[in-house]
């Protein structure tokens, strides 16, 4: 069992950065790949980065390439770091661990955290 506690979300104005921090708990953490989603009102969830807890090697949608960078510490804390925001970034973040990078990116998820509120303003 993993538990994810995400927090940092907020409101930022375009152009702007947040930086999102998922507390992660449970047995095997370093197994996992760990990622974010999100989930604009009226759309699907959908992948945003994810990340290999033992090798670092990390994947992101092309949305958010250049913008956005995940990491993750000793401390079994992941981080998804946003600049130049955009109000198309507004929406619930959620943090996610899977099985797989490649498992993540196709939804396969096995944990999920609560999520976090980010909204960027125009």
């Known amino acids: 069992q993993v538990q994810l506690v995400e927090s940092g979300g907020g409101l930022v104005q375009a152009g702007g950065s947040l930086r999102l921090s998922c507390a992660a708990s449970?047995?095997?953490?370093?197994?996992?790949?760990m990622g974010w989603f999100r989930q604009a009102p009226g759309k699907e969830r959908e992948f945003v980065a994810a990340i290999s807890w033992r090798l670092g090697s990390t994947s992101y949608a092309d949305s958010v390439k250049g913008r956005f960078t995940i990491s993750r510490d000793n401390a079994k804390t992941v981080y998804l770091q946003m600049n130049s925001l955009k109000p198309e970034d507004t929406a619930v973040y959620y943090c996610?661990?899977?099985?797989?990078?490649?498992?993540?990116?196709?939804?396969?998820?096995?944990?999920w955290g609560q999520g976090t509120q980010v909204t960027v303003s125009s």
């Open positions: 449970g047995r095997n953490l370093s197994s996992y790949a």
């Open positions: 996610a661990a899977a099985a797989r990078i490649v498992t993540m990116t196709l939804g396969g998820v096995d944990y």
